[in-house]
């Protein structure tokens, strides 16, 4: 079964750091380019950042540009945002999800069930 | 950039066909093939249901097809159905390597 699951959100001050991670089954995770999508509560989907699947291109929204590093282990199936300088604006429900092709894409056709942050004092 | 434009809301009746337009510029949508649509129900992950402008993933019902125009990518859902009630969001992947989505649609089957 193809799955995604993702770890390490939770409850963080601003201005601090955390890092997720999503790790992956059920399909050749070096053969496809990966993504972060954000969703803040009652608000619509973001996406935040993508990386290939040799990890040679990465890219970003410009919100989180500067904060944010997107990278990948393929030897562990797993990819991993890390996040820093945290704002309150950064509170959302952060999906990990897989593209269709090995660049940075847009076709999204495999989601995990999301990890939430909050940013607050 | 600014998010891809949407209609924020669209209705219909069961067995009605409904279109949902997304629209945005020559840096996106206008200067390639790569536009998405997906659909999300509430409290649950968006579902692929149209990549490539046009094509379907298996498993999607051919009651969904997507089309472009110039910088104006759409969804037409045909048959409408009471499942087919959610939100609706368009992607296209942009000249900076970047991808948008659209503010999203939601959509009521009456």
């Known amino acids: ?121 | 950039q600014s998010p891809l434009t949407q209609p924020a809301s669209v209705s219909g009746s069961p067995g009605q066909s409904i279109t949902i337009s997304c629209t945005g510029t020559s840096s996106d949508i206008g200067t390639n093939n790569y536009v998405s649509w997906f659909q999300q129900h509430p409290g649950t992950a968006p579902k692929l249901i149209i990549y490539d402008v046009l094509s379907r993933p298996s498993g999607v019902s051919n009651r969904f097809s997507g089309s472009k125009s110039g910088n104006t990518a759409s969804l037409t859902i045909s048959g409408l159905q009471a499942e087919d009630d959610g939100d609706y969001y368009c992607t296209s992947y942009t000249t900076t390597t970047n991808v948008l989505f659209g503010g999203g649609t939601k959509l009521t089957v009456l």
């Not at chain 1, 972060?36 to 990465?58: C, F, T, Y």
């Open chain 1, 1 to 121: 079964e193809v799955q995604l699951v993702e770890f390490g959100g939770g409850l963080v001050q601003p201005d601090r750091s955390l890092r997720l991670s999503c790790a992956a089954s059920g399909f050749t995770f070096d053969n496809y380019a990966m993504h972060w999508v954000r969703q803040a509560p009652g608000k619509g989907l973001e996406w935040v950042s993508g990386i290939s699947s040799n990890a040679d291109a990465v890219a970003y929204a410009a919100s989180v540009k500067g904060r944010f590093t997107i990278s990948r282990d393929n030897a562990k199936k797993s990819l991993y945002l890390q996040m820093d300088s945290l704002r309150a604006e950064d509170t959302a429900l952060y999906y990990c999800t897989k593209d269709k092709f090995a660049g940075i894409h847009s076709a999204l056709d495999v989601w995990g069930l999301g990890t939430p942050v909050t940013v607050s004092s």
